[in-house]
């Protein structure tokens, strides 16, 4: 398993960006799915964006919410991923989580990722 740990959380207000950083010790981030989660409290940890393979390439995924305002992205070199979240809302407030899982497991089912990171807060005021 993976050591990973999160950044770039903090206040914004709605319609603005933020830029979430997810640093990985112990494991090649380059060779494992990738995932974004957010929960609330009360509510069941979600899907927000992935990076997953195929068998043949890796591809990018995205929650329909966060779909052309939020963008995946990884750094091989400094074993590093990326949440950029552009016009956020104020549904977008969660607690942020990064995730790796074994290349090839299903990049949207929580269940298939075996290393977590601590969380990072996020909240959008209006």
């Known amino acids: 398993q993976a050591h990973l740990v999160e950044s770039g959380g903090g206040l914004v207000q709605a319609g603005g960006s933020l830029r979430l950083s997810c640093v990985a010790s112990?494991?090649?981030?380059?060779?494992?799915?990738m995932g974004w989660f957010r929960q609330v409290a009360g509510k069941e940890r979600e899907f927000v964006a992935g990076?997953?393979?195929?068998?043949?390439?890796?591809?990018?995924d995205y929650a329909d919410s966060v779909k052309g305002r939020f963008t995946i992205s990884r750094d091989n070199a400094k074993n590093m991923v990326y949440l950029q979240m552009n016009s956020l809302r104020d549904e977008d407030t969660a607690v942020y989580y990064c995730?790796?899982?074994?290349?090839?497991?299903?990049?949207?089912?929580?269940?298939?990722?075996?290393?977590w990171g601590q969380g990072t807060q996020v909240t959008v005021s209006s």
């Open positions: 995730a790796a899982a074994p290349r090839g497991a299903r990049v949207r089912e929580v269940t298939t990722y075996d290393s």
């Open positions: 112990g494991r090649t981030l380059s060779s494992s799915n």
């Open positions: 990076i997953g393979w195929n068998g043949r390439y890796y591809y990018h």
